[in-house]
């Protein structure tokens, strides 16, 4: 099949060309034209929350939709400027999608005070255009000693933060990379050109489906942030092959047929991998993180695709010029290469226990954070000092107490004499601040503490569990923990709850497909410990940057999709590495059944690439540390610190060290298990 591929790929060029062109140019337009219609879904049927929001609507729609907080700060006090805020709170009144403006709260001191805002919609149904006029309405009254400040979930997601050059620094260090690997500037293009032509086409794929699935609006940059990695790395490895080939001695159009029929095979098994991965997030139920995860594996199949087609029609259509450089800069700097990774091989293989163990005592020291983990979501308290949200949280904290940024609201089903009950056992509480009659059938709960601080969310657990069910025995109601804090805390319990099942899965199925490819009962067991070990220190490094506070970061919890997100990506690449270098292992195995030497020799051929594809991987991904939104600047970390130590520690230390410690029991298969697998052949034979 690949064979053919590559054939068809090489002999039709232009059209092979012609229909990537058309691909692109046809889903840019249409993405265009449709415009996205992205939709952030966080809702988790079945738990308190949710059924909180729910019961709300029912009984009180206006106090149901999504509420932003105008808050003003004055030093002589508020009452000094009512001639300015009185105005403004009418005008907004009358804007689009506000429903109601509640009278202005004070502070005992009179200098901070806030008006709420009840939209008629959750924040990510009011267009961010209608949120951005409420904003520019408000600070409109700003001035002679009056500010004006506004937070709320759905200013956050209107705020216009300045697009980092992650992307453009990505792509330049990945060239230049390609370039001083390569000594061609056409060669090293064949790569960018690939990851463009792939994440272009999936981004417009995507914008599309926004239209027909909930697709969040932080998936574009995710999925380029993944595309250009991925793609940049799967050409890399089959064009390696390629040029390889031609040094051996193969015509152009030969070493074509056969890069795509060995490194094109490792590219598909990755590639699959990375979707098994990907879509296995699909079963967690997790609303928005399921757009995500098709979103991000139509990206990479995509990508897939382009490295097995457009990179042979691109081959064929340079290959004379590439050829030319190849034979004479490539050949000796290419065996140059592998005697260095042969002494490096070597040194390893001297002192395989010092070379396993001593890694894998620092990989764990690295993962020993990650048993402090906790999930959450970002809110204003993490946003930039200048954004007008965080201004806003840090006004009301100080005005009203941290844990005004974050109230709960009990949905009480039952009479006035069971809200008033309730009311008094929750302002009797541990870590509450206050409790009062929110309107209808409502009890606001203020915490003592913030919305981000693990009291909180131990509080949300106590009022659950022991402060309203005495009341509601004895009254015969029925009361819901609700609120966007309410929330996150059980958004973040799924996660955690059902992350180990998946982890079990891809894990399981990653190793089962290593069985059948490589006939190996210990290697799928190693590559399964392995990746686990540098997600785990690649997750233990964003909770110490994030969670901790490291390196300047402002300190709250991990954000819950990144985790699950990570593992699933760090997973499936991971498995590219192991996949090429034991391919090339298995390659001299079976030329020669000598397992030291097939372990030197797998990483004399394979050391570079992996190593270059690895640093033009952790260059892209760590240049979305650039990004404005906390969110992406963990993926980058998380994504960057995985593949780093993967490619140096792991491939480089670990594997060639237990390699060779597994001797000939590497390649070990139970005789009756050998007979019912099916033959899955990465090499050709």
């Not at 909180?52 to 009452?79: F, H, K």
């Amino acid at each position: 099949m690949f064979e053919r591929i590559a054939g068809w790929a090489y002999r039709r060029r232009w059209l092979a060309l012609a229909v990537w062109v058309l691909v692109l140019v046809a889903v840019s337009l249409g993405s265009q034209a449709a415009g996205a219609r992205y939709h952030n879904d966080f809702s988790l049927p079945g738990t308190e929350s949710q059924q909180a929001l729910e019961a709300l609507r029912e009984s009180a729609p206006a106090q149901a939709g999504a509420s932003v907080q105008v808050v003003l700060q004055a030093a002589n006090g508020l009452d000094a400027h009512r001639g300015r805020i009185d105005p403004m709170l009418a005008r907004l009144e009358t804007l689009p999608h506000v429903t109601n403006v509640q009278e202005l709260q004070k502070s005992r001191d009179g200098t901070v005070g806030y008006a709420t805002l009840t939209l008629d919609g959750q924040s990510q149904d009011v267009p961010p255009e209608d949120v951005r006029r409420i904003i520019d309405t408000a600070q409109d009254a700003a001035g002679d000693g009056l500010r004006v400040e506004l937070g709320g979930d759905a200013v956050r997601g209107a705020q216009e933060a300045a697009g980092g050059a992650a992307e453009g620094a990505g792509l330049l260090a990945a060239l230049v990379i390609l370039v001083l690997m390569f000594g061609s500037l056409l060669a090293a293009s064949l790569p960018i050109i690939i990851a463009v032509f792939a994440v272009g086409s999936a981004i417009g794929l995507v914008v599309l489906a926004s239209h027909v699935a909930t697709v969040a609006d932080f998936t574009t940059p995710l999925l380029i942030l993944v595309g250009l990695g991925v793609g940049i790395d799967y050409a890399l490895l089959v064009f390696s092959r390629f040029r390889s080939e031609l040094l051996a001695g193969l015509p152009r159009a030969d070493a074509v047929t056969r890069a795509l029929d060995t490194a094109g095979r490792t590219v598909f098994f990755a590639g699959c991998t990375v979707i098994v991965a990907l879509l296995g997030l699909v079963v967690l139920g997790l609303g928005s993180l399921q757009g995500v995860a098709v979103a991000v594996a139509a990206t990479v199949l995509v990508t897939m695709l382009a490295a097995l087609t457009l990179l042979p029609a691109l081959l064929a259509v340079f290959g004379a010029r590439i050829e030319r450089s190849v034979q004479q800069r490539a050949a000796k700097r290419a065996h140059r290469d592998g005697d260095r990774w042969r002494r490096w091989s070597g040194a390893v293989q001297r002192r395989p226990w010092l070379a396993a163990v001593l890694p894998t005592l620092a990989l764990l020291a690295l993962t020993a954070p990650l048993l402090g983990l906790r999930l959450g979501f970002a809110d204003s308290g993490t946003d930039p000092a200048a954004t007008t949200t965080r201004k806003a949280y840090d006004l009301l904290s100080e005005g009203f107490g941290p844990g005004f940024n974050g109230p709960l609201v009990v949905v009480v089903r039952g009479d006035q004499q069971a809200a008033t009950a309730a009311q008094e056992a929750l302002a009797k509480a541990d870590g509450v601040a206050q409790a009062f009659p929110g309107g209808g059938s409502t009890v606001i709960v203020v915490p003592a503490t913030g919305p981000q601080s693990p009291e909180t969310t131990a509080l949300v657990d106590r009022l659950r569990t022991g402060v309203l069910p005495p009341v509601a025995a004895r009254t015969g109601a029925t009361f819901l923990v609700g609120g966007s804090t309410a929330a996150v805390v059980d958004f973040s319990g799924a996660v955690g709850g059902r992350l180990p099942a998946f982890v079990g899965v891809v894990v399981a199925v990653s190793a089962l497909l290593l069985l059948v490819v490589f006939r190996s009962v210990l290697i799928p067991i190693k590559a399964a410990l392995l990746n686990l070990l540098s997600v785990g220190a690649a997750l233990g490094v964003v909770t110490l940057v994030f969670q901790r506070g490291w390196l300047g970061e402002q300190p709250g919890p991990v954000e819950a999709y990144v985790p699950v997100m990570i593992f699933a990506i760090v997973f499936g690449l991971s498995m590219d590495y192991e996949v090429f270098l034991l391919a090339r292992m298995h390659e001299a195995w079976r030329r020669k059944p000598d397992p030291a030497a097939a372990v030197t020799e797998g990483l004399a051929t394979t050391g570079q690439v992996v190593t270059a594809a690895a640093a033009i991987m952790v260059l892209v991904f760590g240049s979305f540390l650039l990004a404005p939104d906390r969110m992406l600047r963990q993926f980058g970390l998380g994504l960057a610190t995985a593949v780093l130590l993967d490619a140096v520690v792991i491939r480089c230390l670990i594997v060639p060290a237990v390699m060779q410690l597994l001797g000939r029991r590497a390649w070990w298969l139970p005789a009756p298990l050998a007979r019912r697998l099916p033959v899955v052949a990465l090499e050709h034979e």
